[in-house]
């Protein structure tokens, strides 16, 4: 067995600031389908949150059919057009270099298998620079249920050390599957909000995580 621990890390807002990318497709669905006036302040409130959820609230009304179909139509204009705009989160390529040294490293993440290898692209992220990568269409219920850590924790035969995340759904998750936890202020939600969570740490951004680790 590999003498590595693992640690899984958040996408968005945690590796990559991916807001425009999200926002844009969200706002092309939402007007396809008919709603109209959301702003990208009030999109970008429930940015960590399982993708349903999220359509079921930017859609008041709307059945399961309908917020699939959101879901769907969103996926498909962020792999062709605004993938582009996702950006990486500043020193996380020399914090990944410096994790891998002791650490295997997962992605898990709430956005769907295909939109996550866009967003990488996107951003210029090598995905070679990960063990795993898990969307949330790869498993049954994602974060903050915590099916992604558990089954990074099988496919890979490691217990995960820590989950690091920009939301309170990945604290939660963390919770959940008996991991540390680990917050990040790159996201939407403020120290005293993930502190809420009780996560063992909040740090400013990925690129301080090598440091508290002591890498």
């Given at each position: 067995?590999?003498k590595?621990?693992?640690?899984?890390?958040?996408?968005?807002?945690?590796?990559?600031?991916?807001?425009k990318s999200?926002?844009e497709?969200?706002s092309?669905?939402?007007k396809?389908?008919?709603?109209n006036?959301?702003d990208?302040?009030h999109?970008?409130?429930?940015?960590?949150r399982?993708?349903?959820?999220?359509?079921?609230?930017?859609?008041?009304g709307?059945n399961?059919?309908?917020r699939?179909?959101l879901?769907?139509?969103?996926n498909?204009?962020?792999?062709?057009f605004?993938?582009?705009y996702?950006?990486k989160?500043?020193g996380?390529?020399n914090?990944?270099?410096r994790?891998k040294k002791?650490y295997?490293?997962?992605i898990?993440?709430?956005?769907?298998q295909?939109?996550?290898?866009y967003?990488l692209?996107?951003?210029?992220?090598?995905?070679?620079?990960?063990?795993?990568i898990?969307?949330?269409d790869?498993?049954?219920?994602?974060?903050?249920?915590?099916?992604?850590?558990?089954?990074?924790?099988?496919?890979l035969k490691?217990?995960?050390?820590y989950?690091?995340?920009?939301?309170?759904?990945?604290?939660i998750a963390?919770?959940?599957?008996k991991?540390?936890?680990?917050?990040?202020?790159?996201?939407?939600?403020?120290?005293?909000?993930?502190?809420?969570?009780?996560p063992?740490?909040?740090?400013?951004?990925?690129r301080?995580?090598?440091?508290?680790l002591?890498?």
């Amino acid at each position: 067995m590999d003498k590595k621990k693992l640690i899984c890390l958040d996408l968005d807002n945690t590796l990559i600031l991916s807001d425009k990318s999200h926002v844009e497709a969200y706002s092309y669905a939402l007007k396809k389908l008919g709603y109209n006036g959301c702003d990208e302040r009030h999109i970008v409130k429930f940015f960590g949150r399982p993708k349903l959820e999220i359509a079921e609230i930017l859609m008041p009304g709307s059945n399961l059919i309908e917020r699939k179909e959101l879901i769907r139509m969103h996926n498909r204009y962020l792999i062709h057009f605004s993938y582009k705009y996702a950006k990486k989160i500043s020193g996380v390529e020399n914090a990944l270099k410096r994790l891998k040294k002791k650490y295997l490293i997962a992605i898990l993440s709430n956005t769907e298998q295909g939109s996550v290898m866009y967003l990488l692209k996107g951003s210029k992220l090598d995905p070679k620079l990960f063990d795993l990568i898990i969307g949330s269409d790869k498993v049954k219920h994602s974060k903050p249920y915590p099916d992604e850590i558990l089954k990074a924790k099988k496919l890979l035969k490691h217990k995960p050390e820590y989950m690091v995340g920009d939301s309170v759904y990945d604290i939660i998750a963390a919770r959940k599957a008996k991991v540390k936890g680990i917050g990040v202020l790159t996201g939407h939600y403020s120290k005293t909000v993930l502190m809420k969570h009780k996560p063992a740490a909040v740090l400013k951004s990925i690129r301080e995580l090598p440091r508290f680790l002591k890498i």
